[in-house]
């Protein structure tokens, strides 16, 4: 069955240091999720991609966060520098289309981010 | 500004019951509204999907409610086993012009199930 890749599957960094996660889609899906989950809460969408254009990106903070999906298949999420803040689950998703019922997502295992 | 909230938080029953998780959300404009389980240090799976013209929807052991009036929706769980202890989400999809495919979470139930 396909699913959704992430790497690495745990991260611990110092602050200020720079971080990257990869993600992987299902095969053939155009959109692309990043969101974070801090500990005892629910995800919030960080950004979103369709293709390789971005369709949402409201809520990364971009002082810090970039996110490029050059090629409209992988995506990589970066964080420089790190803050203690940022410690989270940052999950990776994917769906077929960007509406219609096609839009299910398909969650990725998650990058758990330790910052120090 | 479409919020999403859970009760209880935690939930910790024995083995065998039957028990129900809610979900609320502030705008009725919704597309559809999906469950999930997470368990922990690990990704979403996803339970069931109400779309907003469906009253409920059933998986098993689990089924899934949708008032969209009156901005609730219902897990419910027959027959729990220590295997369904997990996190349960819910999340909404925003429909109409606001519709770009974002989730929009509760903080989730934590569910532990005794044996």
């Known amino acids: 069955e396909a699913e959704v890749a992430q790497s690495p599957r745990y991260k611990i960094t110092e602050k200020s240091q720079a971080v990257a996660f990869w993600c992987d889609p299902i095969s053939g899906h155009a959109t692309l999720y990043w969101y974070r989950q801090i500990l005892g809460q629910g995800p919030e969408l960080l950004v979103q991609f369709q293709d390789e254009s971005v369709v949402d990106d409201s809520q990364l903070p971009k002082d810090r966060f970039s996110a490029e999906r050059l090629k409209g298949v992988d995506s990589t999420l970066k964080i420089q520098p790190a803050e203690l803040g940022d410690s989270a689950m940052y999950l990776c998703?994917?769906?077929?289309?960007?509406?219609?019922?096609?839009?299910?997502?398909?969650f990725g295992p998650g990058t758990r981010l330790t910052v120090l | 500004k479409q919020e999403v909230t859970q009760i209880p938080a935690a939930l910790s029953v024995p083995e065998g019951e039957n028990l129900v998780l809610n979900c609320s959300f502030t705008d009725s404009a919704i597309y559809n509204l999906q469950w999930f389980r997470q368990d922990p240090g690990k990704g979403l799976t996803s339970l069931l999907l109400i779309q907003s013209s469906q009253r409920e929807q059933t998986s098993g052991r689990l089924n899934a409610s949708l008032d969209k009036s009156s901005g609730r929706s219902t897990l419910y769980i027959a027959a729990s086993q220590p295997g369904d202890s997990a996190t349960y989400l819910c999340a909404v999809r925003r429909g109409g012009s606001s519709n770009t495919g974002k989730l929009i979470f509760g903080q989730g139930t934590t569910l532990q199930v005794k044996p």
């Open positions: 998703a994917s769906s077929l289309t960007l509406a219609g019922d096609d839009n299910e997502q398909f």
